[in-house]
């Protein structure tokens, strides 16, 4: 960063200090993820001042020779890596094309069913607070109170009386998989559109280490920082017909220029999704969820639903008698990162947060494995259960430290 560092030493030192944070800590947000250091090059790269309205070959701007190389790279290797239709790379993130979906086919007031977010929807699927829920009219479904999983008569129950003219499939936190065939054919009996919302999911089924939602669904969105590891932005991927709706309303429709040098990163990890070390990863980020799963299990936390089918863990922190604010500020001072979350007993309190949501793809991408998952339950534990013991903590952040020296992330 000489650069940098000559021009803002303030801001030079604040990212020496972040780059320090997040090799002495142990991530386990399940939406971040450690990117290759090649992802990190291409989003500093000059592709950053490209300003490419338009799509490759119709741009609003000259000079887009290689913006448009690189972009119809993004578009070939996605289709392939997906089996996909087709594919729109330019989404800013993965709200910016859930919108461009909706827009596509829908109009203002049309009906959509999808999940509640205490029961692991996203925001951007009608939440009150999200600007979704103001253009659209929706409907939600949750999860059974005992099994904590998709209620799949309860949605098709809700489409039929609600008569949907699109329905979401997919959540923001929910650690289980989710049966696309049946939402498809729930969505073919009112004959509403399918569209699954697999932001956290991407890199897993890139691998197809996990069923692939795109031969059931109408449109299916992911993120690329998250299991995919391939940096910001976010990818729409459709049926055929739909491809030009879908262009329009990302570009014009959402968003004005897109950033090349993110639909380059997405160009690369579609490349590197491809070979066999991702593919690993991928593998051993469900080995560890289900393991970190089991371990604190074994500790007394209550896992919602029992464990996990991809690599996210949500854990009810209550039986210890925390709530889910206060296990994320005491894991945060050891140096372990991970969220607070709703999870569905609070929709019968709102406000409260019960639960504290894992994930597993940092510290698999960083190398760390079924060892080093004991080693962490016991030390979330430990800060937990100790969270008034001053020598407790102390000797938790030591080994926290001692644990990430051992497994660089960019060193
Ligand atoms: N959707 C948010 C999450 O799952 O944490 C951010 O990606």
């Not at 999808?114 to 951007?124: F, Q």
């Not at 979401?168 to 049966?179: E, N, Q, T």
């Not at 014009?252 to 990863?281: H, R």
């Amino acid at each position: 960063m000489k650069f940098l560092s000559k021009d803002d030493p303030e801001v030079a030192e604040l990212i020496k200090k972040e780059e320090s944070r997040i090799e002495n800590t142990i991530d386990l947000i399940a939406s971040e993820n450690h990117s290759p250091r090649s992802i990190m090059e291409v989003l500093g790269s000059v592709f950053n001042t490209k300003t490419i309205e338009g799509y490759p070959g119709k741009r609003f701007h000259a000079g887009c020779i290689y913006a448009d190389e690189v972009e119809n790279l993004a578009i070939s290797r996605g289709k392939q890596l997906f089996g996909a239709e087709y594919i729109n790379v330019q989404p800013h993130s993965g709200t910016s094309a859930n919108l461009a979906v909706y827009f596509s086919v829908l109009e203002m007031g049309d009906r959509i069913l999808a999940m509640s977010l205490p029961h692991g929807g996203h925001l951007s699927h009608g939440h009150r607070a999200s600007i979704t829920s103001r253009c659209f009219e929706f409907n939600h479904y949750g999860v059974n109170n005992k099994t904590e999983l998709i209620d799949y008569d309860e949605v098709r129950e809700l489409s039929h009386k609600f008569k949907p003219r699109m329905i979401v499939a997919g959540a923001s936190s929910y650690p289980r998989l989710i049966d696309y065939e049946k939402m498809a054919e729930i969505a073919k009996e009112v004959s509403s559109y399918l569209f699954t919302d697999m932001a956290h999911l991407g890199g897993l089924v890139a691998a197809k280490v996990i069923p692939s939602p795109v031969p059931h669904s109408d449109f299916v969105t992911f993120t690329c920082y998250k299991t995919m590891m391939g940096g910001r932005g976010g990818v729409i991927l459709c049926k055929q017909d739909y491809g030009k709706k879908i262009d329009s309303a990302i570009f014009p429709g959402c968003q004005g220029t897109s950033a090349v040098n993110l639909i380059v990163a997405k160009a690369l990890i579609f490349k590197l999704a491809m070979e066999p070390e991702f593919v690993d990863i991928q593998k051993k980020t469900l080995e560890n969820a289900a393991y970190l799963a089991k371990q604190l299990d074994k500790k007394g936390y209550r896992i919602v639903t029992g464990g996990t089918d991809n690599h996210q863990v949500l854990v009810d922190v209550t039986p210890k008698g925390l709530k889910g604010n206060a296990a994320e500020k005491f894991l945060e001072f050891v140096g372990v990162i991970a969220n607070r979350n709703v999870i569905p007993i609070d929709s019968d309190s709102p406000g409260t947060v019960s639960g504290l949501r894992l994930g597993s793809s940092a510290v698999t991408s960083r190398g760390m494995g079924k060892p080093e998952i004991v080693k962490i339950a016991d030390l979330i534990d430990a800060a937990m259960v100790n969270h008034e013991n001053k020598d407790v903590l102390d000797r938790v952040s030591k080994e926290v430290f001692e644990l990430c020296k051992k497994f660089p992330v960019y060193s």
